[in-house]
Every structure is written in C-alpha cells, then in structure tokens.
C-alpha cells in the first residue's frame, strides 16, 4: 500500500524559507515520476514541480527560481526547497507519484498517489 507522508510546513514571513519533505513507503521514488502540487483556498489544485526517475525537473514557470524539488532515493524522500516566499504561496502543499515518466504537461489528474498535505502560511 502507497503511503506518502509530507512535513514541513508552517507559518512564515514574506521573504522566509521552508523545506518540505515527503516520505514514501511501498512505493520507490527511484523508480517512479514524483511531484509537488499546492492548492489555495477557492482555487484548483496546481502542480508546482516534478522529478522524474531519470532525474528531470518540471517546474511551473511562475515559480521557477524560487522552488527547487529534490530527492534522496536512499531514505526515499522528496523535498521542495522553497525559498523567498510570498503571501501568494499560502496553500496546501501535497506530494503525488505516479509510476514509470512525467508527462510534460503534468496535471493533477496524471497522479494517483497523494499525500495527505501539509498548510504553508506567509504573512505579508
């Protein structure tokens, strides 16, 4: 059984820093296509950054340079560095796998693994 874990979260000041990670059991993130996705209140889940097996990264345009996703195979985690954060970020951060490649155009619906969230708050 897939059992994605996420932590990190919190409550931050504009220009602040988190570390989200993502732990998964019976699933290999080595072997799959993994993702962060957010969902702010009265908005439709978005997809935020994807790492592929092969070691590609996606990103949404908008947060390129900001975000960075990453992943440690060995204790099978994924992270989501983000960096200078603005009260736009406030939302719902969920990791999602899927087996086998990243779609390049990767949707909420590509994914049936979820995590169960975890709430990013940055206060202006």
């Known amino acids: 059984q897939v059992q994605l874990v996420e932590s990190g979260g919190g409550s931050v000041q504009a220009g602040g820093s988190l570390r989200l990670s993502c732990v998964a059991s019976g699933y290999a993130y080595s072997r799959s296509c993994s993702g962060w996705f957010r969902q702010a209140p009265g908005k439709e889940r978005e997809g935020v950054a994807v790492f592929d097996s092969v070691g590609r990264t996606l990103y949404t345009d908008s947060l390129k340079g900001r975000f960075a996703i990453s992943k440690d195979n060995a204790k099978n985690t994924l992270y989501l560095q983000m960096n200078s954060l603005k009260p736009e970020d406030t939302a719902m951060y969920y990791c999602?796998?899927?087996?086998?490649?990243?779609?390049?155009?990767?949707?909420?619906?590509?994914?049936?693994?979820w995590g169960q969230g975890t709430q990013v708050t940055v206060s202006s």
């Open positions: 999602a796998v899927r087996n086998g490649w990243c779609p390049l155009s990767w949707t909420p619906a590509d994914f049936p693994y």
